[in-house]
């Protein structure tokens, strides 16, 4: 499986960006598809995931502003950022997780950047 992230940017504060995902190779229909970001100095965090059947998890500190969602005949996962924040800064990976046998790939990983 390989994943290739896209959509990163410099946005400033308010604004608003999608970041995409689409996976390659194979892929089991029942994985849980998800964001982590990580900012500088600090640990990396869930952002967003969801799983095949569409239920949703999300970070603490979302409180509204994204949306995540995914099409599973595209083996794409989408991150919808809304009403960005100086804090939201930092590396944003996109994580396939198969619960059946544990494993998880990582994507490259895309910057954003939310600054004025």
């Known amino acids: 499986v390989q994943l290739q992230a896209s959509g990163g940017g410099l946005v400033q504060p308010g604004g608003s960006l999608r970041l995409s995902c689409v996976a390659s190779g194979s892929i089991f229909s029942g994985v849980v598809m998800g964001w982590f970001r990580q900012a500088p100095g600090k640990q990396r965090e869930l952002v967003a995931e969801i799983t095949s059947g569409g239920i949703e998890k999300y970070g603490d500190f979302v409180k509204d502003r994204f949306s995540i969602s995914r099409d599973n005949r595209k083996n794409t996962v989408y991150l919808e950022m809304n009403n960005l924040e100086s804090d939201d800064t930092g590396v944003y990976y996109c994580?396939?997780?198969?619960?059946?046998?544990?494993?998880?790939?990582w994507g490259q990983g895309t910057q954003v950047t939310v600054s004025s």
């Open positions: 994580r396939v997780f198969n619960r059946l046998t544990g494993s998880r790939t």
